[in-house]
């Protein structure tokens, strides 16, 4: 199960008490925000794309959508998001439970500025019903991210 992958994973920073199991579904952004009672845009969504035949995840704000002309001036391509049969097997996590911790070995995780305006954000934790609180700090730390991008619209510069 890959909550416990998840849980696995923070132990070694002793942040797994931190992760919340809730009794409602968090598979969406608006199912997590009403299941967490925060706004939307606070929720840190994790999506899975394929540059050069190697999965990504990209971490946004809840309220941002990819930008398919800045996607393809960082990247050098379309923005491809992998097929939910493909997400599992190459991320480590199923869809509704996808974030940056515990994931499979060789995937490069980038962070969109549109997170930056938060003092804290919500990713998922590996499962449909489950999520951690992280200081944007915390979330570079524990995500082993490459780089912050800039490849969202949709979102405004309003601080939270």
Known sequence: MA????????????MED??????????????????????????????SFLVDGQAILIVMAGDAKIDNHKYKTLFGTKAKMLSPDEVEGMIGHAI??????????????????SLKRFKTVFPACGSSNSAIELTISELEQYSGYEAWVDICKGWYEEEA
């Not at 909550?3 to 002793?14: G, L, M």
């Not at 931190?18 to 999506?47: D, F, N, P």
């Open 3 to 14: 909550i416990e992958r998840v849980k696995e994973y923070f132990r070694q920073y002793q």
């Open 18 to 47: 931190k992760i919340q199991e809730l009794s409602l579904s968090s598979a969406t952004v608006e199912l997590a925000a009403e299941a967490l009672k925060c706004e939307g845009k606070r929720i840190a969504k994790t999506l």
């Open 96 to 113: 509704g439970g996808v974030c940056p911790f515990g994931i499979n070995e060789g995937i490069a995780v980038y962070l969109d500025e």
